[in-house]
């Protein structure tokens, strides 16, 4: 995607030809920082820091952590330290796990001393792979898009989503808003509903400035505002993103979107979910009750950062000392409020036999 009018993606080699370089996202939406990565504790803290973050780009970075420890030790050992250290970082996601079990079937059977290069190809496959995946999703979902701005004789499609499903949260494209930024490309006037989403406000941080970057019409609106707009018709397609997705079709997104799919059931408005195959779990069945939920430290809810009037990036305090804090990461969607599931392989139903039938031979292993 675009940043002023320049195209870039969200993770790269630097020019040494081994170190990572990546957008650190924990200094949006006030400052755009670059992020070098040389080791394997590098990429750990990053990914556990939500310095990368969102399901597909958590995995092409715990894979570039994999080339970085083999870098420095292609033993069997490392290997194994490698994928638990990387595999620990966020329990969530099940991208990272796949990108691990991924680079390990790439590096295992290999010599030691084809290691390091036979890994970070594997890496930069999947990094190409994620792009083409979500381009796919992109066009798959666009006529969801184009079907309702038909119905409303030229005046914006209004699409909420929550969290950050975008190019940030992937290589490039994003999953949710690929088919947004492909209507804006065509020339279909849309405009973005973006959920703040408390507690890291990565809706607010992220999703609003990309969307900004590349031009895209959005508002920014408090987590709870969604149920309100739906209920006055100011909502005509909900789209969110995933971190893992159950063979059944349940979905597990950051935490708020349950409460955004009620809302979208009770009124009558379309709630899809986009997603690229890793993020599907096919050894998972009942997501509410298997899927582990991350909890994640009191500071996030408990400060808020921003910039202030003289330009000062600061942190404070908005909850009362000694109250204790729960911080939940994520929830559960049941497949029944799903409207339908965006893949690369087409508009799915949440349900088992159609996740099967789309995807075989991942349903099978």
């Not at 908005?318 to 049941?334: E, K, L, M, Q, R």
């Amino acid at each position: 995607m675009k940043v002023d009018g320049k195209h870039m993606r969200t993770i790269w080699l630097e020019p040494d030809g081994w170190s990572v370089g990546t957008i650190d996202q924990t200094a949006l939406p006030h400052r755009f920082a670059m992020l070098r990565l040389a080791s394997l504790d590098d990429a750990a803290r990053a990914i556990k820091t939500m310095q990368v973050r969102g399901a597909p780009l958590i995995g092409a970075a715990a894979a570039y952590g994999i080339c970085l420890a083999l870098r420095a030790d292609a033993s069997d050992q490392s290997l194994e330290r490698a994928y638990a250290v990387l595999l620990a970082t966020r329990p969530t996601a099940i991208n990272l796990k796949w990108a691990l079990d991924e680079m390990v079937a790439a590096v295992r059977n290999q010599p030691r001393e084809a290691r390091v290069a036979a890994a970070y190809r594997r890496a930069a496959e999947i990094c190409d792979e994620d792009v083409a995946i979500n381009q796919t999703i992109g066009r798959n979902g666009l006529p969801l898009i184009e079907a309702i701005a038909a119905r409303k004789s030229g005046e914006p499609v209004n699409v909420l989503t929550h969290c950050n499903a975008g190019w940030l949260a992937t290589v490039d494209w994003g999953t949710a808003t690929a088919p947004i930024y492909m209507a804006h490309d065509a020339g279909i006037p849309i405009h973005v509903w973006v959920d703040e989403t408390r507690p890291r406000n990565q809706g607010a941080s992220l999703t609003a400035w990309e969307l900004g970057h590349h031009g895209v019409k959005h508002t920014v609106i408090a987590d709870n505002t969604g149920g309100h707009l739906m209920q006055h018709g100011l909502v005509d397609i909900a789209i969110v993103g995933t971190d893992r997705v159950t063979a059944q079709g349940d979905v597990c997104n950051k935490i708020g979107t349950y409460l955004k799919a009620l809302a979208a059931k009770d009124n009558g408005v379309p709630f899809y979910v986009a997603l690229p195959s890793p993020t599907i779990d096919f050894t998972v069945s009942d997501g509410v009750a298997e899927i582990p939920i991350e909890q994640r430290g009191g500071e996030e809810q408990s400060t808020m950062t921003g910039r202030t009037a003289d330009g000062r990036i600061e942190t404070v305090r908005i909850v009362p000392d000694g109250s204790p804090v729960a911080n939940y990461g994520f929830d559960v969607t049941p497949a029944r409020l799903v409207t339908g599931l965006i893949t690369e392989r087409g508009v799915l139903d949440a349900a088992s036999g159609a996740l099967k039938a789309a995807f075989p031979e991942r349903a099978g292993d």
